[in-house]
């Protein structure tokens, strides 16, 4: 069974910070369709209100395209080929690497969605998207990629928290004229300026059917000890690595190419999801101020957005609901009016 | 008549006309049932319809993807499951739905039976798009 594997790392200074964010990774579909779920390597951290998020395509041989949408918690300011091997060493404190990746969406022509930003890496193209569930999942329609049929319900339940997106998607004809090999993993650096930090889990589960497994691990790196939400004990998640991040690791991590942004000291968190797509419905939240208040609403636990309309029969209901009862109200209000009328006055 | 009175009267008598209406719907103007695509379901997924009468859906896909409406028997639907058409409009209980658009069709169906409405494309039966269509 193929392992979703996501470094999320939130790491933050010296410098007393508050939330920071820090994500994972999305689903991939295919022009054919098919949900194509690799295994990810992604490293999100957080300094000075700004979220570093590196994370690792890989090529999955074929040819066309082949990608996969990545919620986003705001709009990234920069784009960019990450760094040579901060994802391994990163994966290599905790446990054997284990390389992984996901994918985005591609294609050209109507964008029903704002387009932000857009670049190549290596055979990668890169397209940050704003827009609503409906708007993200036109682009994709009209950029060829057929989403899989949760995907209307998946993308509002981000877009209502932040419509940002980000389409990663993997030409794989151009990755073979580059003689990459399947595996082959090319690092992205994304950096967005943020304040509310948290990781999305239920795009994990993205295409997924039913009892299909989910299965990720998502390392959080945060100047202190992380609040997290939903319990990372419960609901199909354990957390297996709580610890202050060794010196050895963060010196390694400062000194791979555009990563001198890694803090002197941190804590690494380490979150395996091990469940069911069907109870994969929310993300996790991540409280790195100290406060130990992670947001239900950025977990997806809290409604938010728009109220939906009623449904068509609520109208029916009342409109019967109003003649069945303003129907003797006034009648009878009427013919006791005319009776009172017709009745002489007392006495007369 | 006092303005009170007339304004009872008024309001009886719009009650009584609201009931006309209600009253009135499914009378003699031709059948025409709306379904909704929302977050890959149909809605309503159990309907009944006469047999022998033109019956016209109007299918509303709210979705950001493409749905399909098929009707019919068991036999086609597994035909439909390993089919290849990648679009359907050639047949009037056979349509697609692109991406938020409505589309209309008028079925008469023959005889009396147990239908499903189910969209073939992948994997959006094993979501749960079908519905039920009893025909009376």
Same mark, same amino acid.
């Given at each position: 069974? !193929?392992?979703?594997?996501?470094?999320?790392?939130?790491? =933050?200074?010296?410098?007393?910070?508050?939330?920071?964010?820090?994500?994972?990774?999305?689903?991939?579909?295919?022009?054919?369709?098919? =949900?194509?779920?690799?295994?990810?390597?992604?490293?999100? &951290?957080?300094?000075?209100?700004?979220?570093?998020?590196?994370?690792?395509?890989?090529?999955?041989? %074929?040819?066309?395209?082949? %990608?996969?949408?990545?919620?986003?918690?705001?709009?990234? +300011?920069?784009?960019?080929?990450?760094?040579?091997?901060?994802?391994?060493?990163?994966?290599?404190?905790?446990? /054997?690497?284990?390389?992984?990746?996901?994918?985005?969406?591609?294609?050209?022509?109507?964008?029903?969605?704002?387009?932000?930003?857009?670049?190549?890496?290596?055979?990668?193209?890169?397209? @940050?998207?704003?827009? %609503?569930?409906?708007?993200?999942?036109?682009?994709?329609?009209?950029?060829?990629?057929?989403?899989?049929?949760?995907?209307?319900? @998946?993308?509002?339940?981000? *877009?209502?928290?932040?419509?940002?997106?980000?389409?990663?998607?993997?030409?794989?004809?151009?990755?073979? *004229?580059?003689?990459?090999?399947?595996?082959?993993?090319?690092?992205?650096?994304?950096?967005?300026?943020? *304040?509310?930090?948290?990781?999305?889990?239920?795009?994990?589960?993205?295409?997924?059917?039913?009892?299909?497994?989910?299965?990720? #691990?998502?390392?959080?790196?945060?100047?202190?000890?992380? *609040?997290?939400? $939903?319990? /990372?004990?419960?609901?199909?998640?354990?957390?297996?690595?709580?610890?202050?991040?060794?010196?050895?690791?963060?010196?390694?991590?400062?000194?791979?190419?555009?990563?001198?942004?890694? $803090?002197?000291?941190?804590?690494?968190?380490?979150?395996?999801?091990?469940?069911?797509?069907? #109870?994969?419905?929310?993300?996790?939240?991540?409280?790195?101020?100290?406060?130990?208040?992670?947001?239900? !609403?950025? &977990?997806?636990?809290?409604?938010?957005?728009?109220?939906?309309?009623?449904?068509?029969?609520?109208?029916?209901?009342?409109?019967?609901?109003?003649?069945?009862?303003?129907?003797?109200?006034?009648?009878?209000?009427?013919?006791?009016?005319?009776? +009172?009328?017709?009745?002489?006055?007392?006495?007369? | 008549?006092?303005?009170?009175?007339?304004?009872?009267?008024?309001?009886?008598?719009?009650?009584?006309?609201?009931? @006309?209406?209600?009253?009135?719907?499914?009378?003699?103007?031709?059948?025409?049932?709306?379904?909704?695509?929302?977050?890959?379901?149909?809605?309503?997924?159990?309907?009944?319809?006469?047999?022998?009468? /033109?019956?016209?859906?109007?299918?509303?896909?709210?979705?950001?993807?493409?749905?399909?409406?098929?009707?019919?028997?068991?036999?086609?639907?597994?035909?439909?499951?390993?089919?290849?058409? $990648?679009?359907?409009?050639?047949?009037?209980?056979?349509?697609?739905?692109?991406?938020?658009?409505? !589309?209309?069709?008028?079925?008469?169906?023959?005889?009396?039976?147990?239908?499903?409405?189910?969209?073939?494309?992948?994997?959006?039966?094993?979501?749960?798009?079908?519905?039920?269509?009893? @025909?009376?």
């Amino acid at each position: 069974m !193929r392992r979703l594997t996501i470094v999320a790392a939130t790491a =933050v200074a010296t410098l007393l910070l508050t939330a920071g964010p820090t994500f994972a990774c999305g689903g991939l579909i295919g022009p054919n369709g098919a =949900v194509n779920l690799l295994r990810t390597t992604t490293l999100a &951290a957080y300094h000075d209100g700004v979220e570093h998020y590196v994370t690792a395509f890989q090529f999955a041989g %074929g040819g066309g395209q082949f %990608g996969s949408i990545v919620p986003l918690p705001g709009v990234p +300011t920069k784009v960019e080929k990450g760094g040579d091997w901060t994802l391994q060493r990163l994966i290599r404190e905790t446990d /054997p690497p284990v390389p992984s990746l996901l994918f985005a969406a591609a294609g050209a022509s109507r964008d029903s969605a704002q387009v932000i930003l857009q670049v190549r890496i290596d055979a990668l193209d890169i397209t @940050v998207l704003k827009g %609503g569930g409906d708007e993200v999942g036109a682009w994709a329609k009209d950029h060829g990629f057929r989403l899989p049929p949760d995907a209307p319900e @998946v993308l509002d339940f981000y *877009a209502n928290r932040s419509p940002i997106f980000l389409a990663a998607v993997f030409d794989a004809d151009a990755a073979r *004229a580059r003689r990459q090999s399947i595996g082959d993993g090319t690092p992205v650096h994304i950096t967005i300026p943020t *304040a509310n930090p948290w990781v999305p889990l239920r795009i994990l589960a993205l295409g997924k059917t039913g009892g299909e497994k989910v299965e990720a #691990d998502v390392y959080l790196l945060n100047d202190r000890q992380p *609040a997290l939400l $939903p319990d /990372p004990n419960a609901n199909g998640l354990k957390l297996q690595v709580s610890e202050p991040a060794s010196a050895g690791l963060l010196k390694d991590l400062r000194s791979d190419k555009g990563m001198g942004w890694i $803090p002197q000291h941190a804590w690494l968190s380490k979150v395996r999801i091990d469940g069911n797509a069907s #109870d994969l419905r929310f993300d996790l939240a991540i409280d790195a101020s100290g406060r130990g208040q992670p947001s239900l !609403r950025d &977990a997806g636990l809290a409604p938010f957005g728009p109220m939906q309309p009623p449904a068509p029969w609520v109208g029916w209901v009342l409109l019967l609901a109003a003649v069945g009862v303003g129907l003797p109200v006034f009648g009878g209000a009427y013919l006791a009016r005319l009776a +009172t009328r017709r009745m002489p006055p007392a006495g007369a | 008549m006092s303005s009170v009175s007339r304004r009872a009267a008024a309001a009886l008598l719009a009650a009584l006309l609201l009931g @006309v209406v209600v009253s009135g719907c499914g009378g003699a103007s031709p059948m025409r049932i709306q379904i909704t695509i929302h977050y890959s379901r149909y809605d309503p997924s159990r309907l009944t319809v006469p047999h022998g009468v /033109p019956v016209t859906f109007v299918i509303i896909n709210s979705d950001p993807i493409d749905h399909e409406w098929i009707v019919g028997d068991a036999a086609l639907h597994q035909r439909h499951r390993t089919g290849t058409e $990648p679009v359907h409009n050639a047949r009037p209980t056979e349509i697609t739905i692109p991406a938020l658009t409505t !589309r209309e069709t008028t079925v008469t169906f023959d005889k009396p039976g147990v239908l499903q409405y189910i969209c073939h494309l992948p994997k959006h039966e094993d979501y749960g798009m079908v519905g039920w269509l009893t @025909v009376t």
